[in-house]
DNA sequence: GTGGTCTAGACCACT
DNA sequence: GTGGTCTAGACCACA
């Protein structure tokens, strides 16, 4: 345990996401699906905004959510390292976000004229793409 | 026809979204769920600023988003009007769009701990609640 | 790639075009001519709006227009940048607009005493000075 | 001579320009056309604004349009009468007018992505339209 | 530094 | 009355 990662994460310059929100939701996902098993020890602010190409503030930016949100957890003078996971929201509050996720996503696709069946299939694509990839232990 | 609306639409402070995006939404859904027909007159800019305790400007910006998406069109010196539907966008652009919205939704909703099941079945009960609402029964 | 821009506009007061529309015509121009190629980074919009002696928001009214057709697309904290092209808009749509073009302008030259085909030759040079530069020379 | 005319236009709500240059363009064309021949006495104000239910003061405008552009002129107490054709607009004039119209119209057409050959070919054929109809007299 | 949003108040063209 | 344009100045999020 307490590997050293280096995440793989992608700077896409056309998302409509902050590049701030990227590394976040980069990081998420590694965790979520075991990439980023707990207690790894996640790359510097320097060395991942050197790898990046990016400003090291917008890093030090995503740590400081991933910090907040609870998925990492800062260990004095040693680094930033994935945290135990644990319940962070109650099931009502898991469920408000859901909704208010689905009436965004809703509101933006009504206007396009595709029949819910085909935006189903869409979503269903995206979500079982997250699922297929439980962890993937094996690399460098 | 040209049946003049009164827009049911609430700002909310805490929203993300900023206030025009939230008028352009709200008309958006009211105009996708039949509640304001083709041909309706909107309220005036001003009126509808003074109605939500905003500036003018604010809500002219919003009606401008909807003049280019094409939902209204403006009759100098009489209003704007809900459009007849079209197809603006090609079939490109509008996939495009989609993805966009799928990815950014299911990024937002792959953290929670939901069933993708239960997941797809939300967005298809939000996006058959528009199907099923073609056009509103007549009102003063 | 992703040099810096100086865009050449001349606002003219005299012109019956709103000002931000003179911007809109005149970068939409430079990037058909290929003055601007892809990646370029546009003048910030306090930049340009002091080069041209207007208001920030009338430049930033311009570059939102700019954005909404697609021909440019914002960078966070970064500045706007010269698309990709891509077509945005269905053929149908398009049909329509060049309709509308047309209409527009045949009504305006209908009354003048030319022949149609000195009217015609015109356009065609218009148009072709248009297609003969696709890119333009590499400049600092 | 001096027949009565009703005029044939018809007011399009998704049409760009105004009403007012709407009646300008249309009665223009009528003349330039011969349907409205010299002498041809016009409707009244209230009549043509009854007759395409709208503001008799636009109606008004657009005539005073008529008459400053010396197409049309008012007999006291008669009402107003197509003018005897005279050259308005010096050469150098028309040049001018003929190079704005163009390069309004090719800076419109130019990010839509039809052929130099198809867009020419629309233009001549709205061009020839009004050629093929000098005149038309007969009706009722 | 960048763009984006909002307010306040003015002026214009059109109906 | 209507929407559209412009100015001036403020505040925000992001890099």
């Given at each position: 345990m307490s590997n050293i990662s280096n995440v793989k994460i992608q700077i896409v310059t056309?998302?409509?996401?902050?590049i701030f929100k990227q590394i976040v939701d980069g990081i998420r996902m590694e965790i979520a699906t075991g990439e980023?098993?707990?207690g790894t020890k996640l790359p510097s602010v320097r060395g991942l905004a050197m790898q990046l190409m990016i400003n090291a503030n917008t890093v030090a930016k995503a740590y400081g959510e991933l910090t907040v949100q609870g998925l990492v957890e800062s260990r004095q003078g040693l680094g930033l390292f994935v945290a135990e996971p644990r319940q962070l929201l109650s099931e009502e509050e898991q469920k408000k976000r859901l909704n208010i996720a689905v009436n965004g996503f809703v509101n933006e696709v009504?206007?396009?004229?595709?029949?819910t069946e085909d935006i189903l299939q869409e979503v269903r694509k995206a979500l079982t793409k997250l699922d297929s990839t439980p962890n993937a232990d094996d690399r460098d």
């Open positions: 056309g998302d409509a996401r902050p980023l098993p707990v009504a206007y396009l004229e595709f029949k």
